[in-house]
Nanobody, 116 residues
């Protein structure tokens, strides 16, 4: 059974940094792709970053150069390092895993609030 628990959110001033963590169980990092999504109030959930089973990373254009995705296989954890945060980065951030083209059930996410 797959479990995904996000943590590390909080309130930060614009220009600040946060590191989000996604602690997992039941994930095979060598084959499952891991994603970070976010959902702002009144908006659809959007993909922010991903890391493949091979370790190849993707970062959305709107956060490129500011956010970095990484993983620690030994700790079963995926991270999202967020620098130079902007008020428009305010959202609930979720992690998920993709296996055979499907995502698992969503967790509770972690709220990031960036004040101007």
């Amino acid at each position: 059974q797959v479990h995904l628990v996000e943590s590390g959110g909080g309130l930060v001033q614009a220009g600040g940094s946060l590191r989000l963590s996604c602690t997992t169980s039941g994930i095979d990092f060598t084959s499952d792709d891991m994603h970070w999504y976010r959902q702002a109030p009144g908006m659809q959930r959007e993909l922010v970053a991903a890391i493949s089973g091979y370790g190849r990373t993707y970062v959305a254009d709107f956060v490129k150069g500011r956010f970095t995705i990484s993983r620690d296989v030994a700790k079963n954890t995926v991270y999202l390092q967020m620098n130079s945060l902007k008020p428009e980065d305010t959202a609930v951030y979720y992690c998920n895993a993709e296996r055979f083209g499907a995502l698992f059930d969503w967790g509770k996410g972690t709220l990031v609030t960036v004040s101007s």
